[in-house]
């Protein structure tokens, strides 16, 4: 089962049977996760990094229950946990720094596969499910103000680039910039533009998170940016090919662009909250503020759920809070 599940994960990118092998684990417990990790990423359709993130999260566990058992640990060692033994690996992993939010990752993803062993018939125990999830604060995102938004897009055009990319490369910057931020585009959306869709349409259809599509309007500024870039850029877009390019014209990768965004924030003194993805989370504040419907900026964002775009209204909230901290005379 190990070698069929890495030939069929190596084909979404992920190879299943190296992550099996490396399973600190029993040969029963180590093959059956294979399955379980070939399950997520067909069945189920995770990306690779899921893929990779729940394999790790296990790997965690059975490299604690090595040691609280005394051995590796096989499918009826799961079978007979407690609830006491997931509260010493959560300890455990707690004094190792672990923060709250992972803390729940790693519950969630042990859930995920007792969940599997439940429905395939290998094995039953209930004692994970009497814990609770650990409680954690719900972080606001941290959103550009519009000047220092508009500003970043602004000085995208200025990059101080030597030499034969100067020019295009300024253009590209400036089409990455204005997209994520005019369209509220993730880095991976952006980045997944082919040749074929120049000169860009009034709407884009977008795959995002879990393979789920949406429509996205598409500003005048963006596609105007985007065919100044093509036509600036030395490489000439191919059908399939990637629509921006680097330097040396193979496809631009998220870490480049988050290099980009570094340097632009340095440049104009802004703080190290601005990301690529912070002007995402501008994209949403800023429409809310203006009036924007939290229905359709849920749409356009590509939320599953409503209650993920009702953090944006939170943002504004809390700036309204610091104004009149400030403002008020007997806020003090």
């Avoid at 990094?49 to 009826?76: I, M, P, W």
């Avoid at 490369?169 to 082919?194: F, I």
């Avoid at 850029?233 to 990768?253: I, N, W």
């Avoid at 003194?269 to 924007?292: E, I, M, N, Q």
């Amino acid at each position: 089962m190990v070698q069929r599940a890495a030939r069929s994960g190596e084909e979404e990118g992920v190879d299943i049977g190296a992550l099996a092998d490396a399973l600190p684990a029993a040969r029963d417990l180590s093959g059956t996760f294979a399955d379980w990790l070939s399950h997520l990423a067909h069945e189920k359709r995770a990306s690779p990094a899921t893929v990779e993130n729940y394999a790790r999260d296990l790997t965690r566990f059975c490299e604690f229950l090595r040691e609280h058992l005394g051995g590796e640990a096989s499918l009826k060692d799961l079978e007979t946990l407690s609830t006491a033994d997931f509260r010493s690996f959560l300890a455990r992993r707690r004094m190792e720094g672990i923060g709250a939010r992972s803390l729940a990752r790693h519950l969630s993803s042990l859930r995920m596969f007792y969940r599997f062993l439940e429905r395939t018939s290998v094995l039953e125990n209930q004692a994970l499910g009497r814990l609770r999830t650990p409680k954690q604060p719900r972080a606001l995102p941290k959103a550009l103000s519009e000047k220092d938004a508009r500003a970043l897009v602004e000085e995208a055009a200025q990059s101080p680039v030597q030499g034969r990319a100067a020019g295009w490369v300024e253009a590209r910057d400036t089409a990455l910039m204005t997209l994520l931020y005019g369209c509220g585009l993730r880095v991976s959306e952006v980045l997944s533009l082919k040749g074929a869709d120049h000169p860009l349409p009034r709407t884009l259809r977008i795959t995002g998170k879990g393979r789920k599509q949406r429509i996205v309007p598409v500003l005048d500024a963006a596609r105007e940016a985007v065919a100044v870039y093509v036509k600036a850029c030395p490489f000439p877009p191919e059908k399939d090919g990637p629509l921006f390019r680097a330097k040396r014209g193979g496809a631009l990768g998220a870490r480049q662009v988050q290099k980009m965004t570094e340097e632009l924030r340095c440049r104009l003194g802004l703080p190290g909250s601005v990301t690529p993805h912070a002007l995402r989370h501008s994209f949403a504040t800023h429409l809310l503020k203006a009036g924007g419907d939290l229905r359709a900026v849920q749409e356009l964002l590509g939320h599953a759920s409503l209650s993920t775009t009702q953090i944006y209204t939170a943002v504004e909230d809390q700036h309204l809070l610091e104004v009149y901290a400030k403002a008020h005379p007997r806020a003090g």
